[in-house]
């Protein structure tokens, strides 16, 4: 097991690359509340667990990318971000952008875009999510190496676990742009294969939203058995989709379980 | 007489998306629901027996 650092992560949000204009990231937080069930026969506080929660807070330098994009948002997290989502937006917090990397989900509400001019001349604004789609903020990995390019369709290299898992799973798709036409984005997963290539591959999840105006993010379950290869596949018709991928292993202690 | 097996959708994966496919030396093969595979078909007895036992291939009588 090695130390790391955060060199090299990356933000997405709903199908936007912020990792070039978030200078820093403040939370990234998964949590439970804690309820007082103490009973009168009892000299210490007792406790259960509550509802979990999740929060995604971080800096963003300006950039609203000259005047021409303005208006499109191309390339503006200003744009993106100032707006405030009425509707629920997905981030991925990636530790790194290799298949398997560790990466942090949240499907939630922007809460806030408060700006600061400093003395130095700097100007950030400071970005707050929480959690509002029913999940905490989750952790998986990478099923694409980062953001990566489809020219037409076809499937990627895929990442290869220790072993199958039965108790479900989580994917969520990041889909940034798509040049021509419409992709349906999956993840399939394989028990046979030892190299994320060659295999028995079945079909395991299918996003149910890429006919949508790409930029998009997808936050969909699973249930049942998720073998130890998983590797992403788009059909259709269309040219140049790129997108990334993660996902999350369901565990026999999850609050939902996808068994 | 050898068995017949198809593809079948336990999943639910939606028409005109491939339920199955085999890749071998570079060369991959997709599968539908309701097409023919055989056993011979999948990449090893391994992976044919996984598809067995997630209803991802049902005997034809």
Redesign the interface.
Known sequence: MAKSTGLGDKLFSHGRDLSGDVGSVQRIETLVSLLEVTGIDSSTVERAQGISDGALEFNAWFNDNGAANRAAGAGSTHVVLSTLPTTNILLMYCRGASLGSVCAALSALQVGYGGQRGADGSLAFSVATQAAAGAPLEYGELVTAGKITHASASTSTGSVAAAATTFGGVGYLQGFSIATGTATVVIQHSSDTTNGVDGTWATLLTFANTSATWPIGERKTVTGTVNKGLRAQTTGTFTNAVFAIGFRRGASGDRESLA | MSKSYVVANP?G??A??????????GE?KQWYEGDTIAPAD???P???R??LA?G?VREVT
């Not at chain 2, 339920?19 to 071998?24: G, K, Y």
């Open positions: 999943r994966i939606p005109g998306i491939p339920i199955l496919a085999v890749r071998r030396a991959e999948a990449f090893s391994e992976g044919w996984d598809l997630q991802l």
